[in-house]
């Protein structure tokens, strides 16, 4: 069995490829509007995968149409 590896995504990474600002990431994240997975021996980095950006990206653009 193959283990497909996870690209995980800073908090800036995902500002950047959003074009938003790192702080309104972080809110994103605390309304839970973004997934996001903790990482590190004490858990406070936050790293968002590919796929929790995809979903969120995915749903977004699902509700951008409707709105027409």
Known sequence: MTEQATTLLTVRQV???LALDPKTVYEM???NEIESTRVG???RAIRVSEAQLAHYIERN???A???R
């Open 15 to 17: 500002a950047q490829r």
């Open 29 to 31: 994240i605390w309304s």
């Open 41 to 43: 021996p004490t858990g």
């Open 61 to 63: 653009a699902r509700g």
């Open 65 to 67: 149409l409707a709105r």
